[in-house]
């Protein structure tokens, strides 16, 4: 990160994941607006592509409270404690991006197609 945000800069872009906002934030001078993204690259006639990771929650065991926690985690309610603190992207199509705490981490979940996965036990 320090590449990109020296005089002069050593670096123009670097590929980093949805935590980059904070990072920069935090490690160098630079302050929101003065960095932004763009699409990963497409291949052909494939339409925007988005490379990502997830995270996955599983019950070892099969009772009602375990149930009820990924019910739980599963809600707008649960994404907005995470993504507030910024450095997350939300799969949750319900989620309200008006919580994210800037306007890049908002506008890059806007770009994402997400898809709510229902909670199932094993």
């Given at each position: 990160?320090?590449?990109?945000?020296?005089?002069?800069?050593?670096?123009?872009?670097?590929y980093?994941?949805?935590?980059v906002?904070?990072?920069?934030?935090?490690?160098?001078?630079?302050?929101?607006?003065?960095?932004?993204?763009?699409?990963?690259?497409?291949?052909?006639?494939?339409?925007?592509?988005?490379?990502?990771?997830?995270?996955?929650?599983?019950?070892?065991?099969?009772?009602?409270?375990?149930?009820?926690?990924?019910?739980?985690?599963?809600?707008?309610?649960?994404?907005?404690?995470?993504?507030?603190?910024?450095?997350?992207?939300?799969?949750?199509?319900?989620?309200?991006?008006?919580?994210?705490?800037?306007?890049?981490?908002?506008?890059?979940?806007?770009?994402?197609?997400?898809?709510?996965?229902?909670?199932?036990?094993?």
């Amino acid at each position: 990160m320090q590449q990109v945000f020296t005089n002069p800069p050593k670096a123009a872009t670097v590929y980093e994941g949805d935590f980059v906002a904070g990072v920069i934030t935090a490690e160098t001078k630079a302050k929101e607006g003065d960095y932004d993204f763009f699409d990963f690259p497409t291949i052909g006639d494939a339409g925007a592509a988005v490379v990502g990771g997830g995270d996955a929650a599983i019950a070892m065991t099969d009772n009602e409270d375990a149930q009820k926690l990924l019910a739980f985690l599963a809600t707008p309610e649960a994404a907005e404690v995470w993504a507030s603190k910024g450095g997350f992207t939300s799969a949750n199509q319900n989620l309200d991006t008006s919580v994210y705490p800037d306007e890049l981490t908002a506008l890059g979940r806007s770009r994402c197609v997400c898809r709510d996965l229902p909670v199932r036990p094993v």
